[in-house]
Nanobody, 129 residues
Framework: QVQLVESGGGLVQTGGSLRLSCAASVASGRTFSAYAMGWFRQAPGKEREFVAAINTRGGSTYYADSVKGRFTISRDNAKNLVYLQMNSLKPEDTGVYYC???????????????????WGQGTQVTVSS
C-alpha cells in the first residue's frame, strides 16, 4: 500500500511554469520503485484525464498529446518522489492535479485512470490568461 501527497500547485500566468511534487509513503515490505506512477488532472465539470506516466525505474515515460513537449514527468526512487515539471502553461491546463500509483511487476508505463489504485488528494493549478 502507498499513500500519496501532492504539493506545488498554485496560480500562474499563461506561459509560466510550475513543478508539482508527489511524496509517497510506502507500507513496510514494499519499495517505492515497485510502483508505476502517473499524473492526472480534472477541470471543473470534466472527467479526470491522463497527463503523464512513468515506469517503475523511471526509464520510460508517456504523455498526453495536450502536454507533450511542455510537461516532464520524473521520479527519484531514493527519495520516494515523483515530479511533474510544467512549462509554457496555458489556461486549459487549469485543474486539480492528482498523483497516482500502481503496484507493478513490469517496466511498462501505465496509463488510464482505471489502472491506478492509489491516489493523492490533489493540488490545484490555476493558469490565468
Amino acid at each position: 500500500q502507498v499513500q500519496l501527497v501532492e504539493s506545488g500547485g498554485g496560480l500562474v500566468q499563461t506561459g509560466g511554469s510550475l513543478r508539482l511534487s508527489c511524496a509517497a509513503s510506502v507500507a513496510s515490505g514494499r519499495t517505492f520503485s515497485a510502483y508505476a506512477m502517473g499524473w492526472f488532472r480534472q477541470a471543473p465539470g470534466k472527467e479526470r484525464e491522463f497527463v503523464a506516466a512513468i515506469n517503475t525505474r523511471g526509464g520510460s515515460t508517456y504523455y498526453a498529446d495536450s502536454v507533450k513537449g511542455r510537461f516532464t514527468i520524473s521520479r527519484d526512487n531514493a527519495k520516494n518522489l515523483v515530479y511533474l515539471q510544467m512549462n509554457s502553461l496555458k489556461p486549459e491546463d487549469t485543474g486539480v492535479y492528482y498523483c497516482a500509483g500502481r503496484l507493478s511487476f513490469s517496466t511498462t508505463v501505465v496509463t488510464g485512470t482505471r489502472n491506478y489504485g492509489y491516489w493523492g488528494q490533489g493540488t490545484q493549478v490555476t493558469v490565468s490568461s
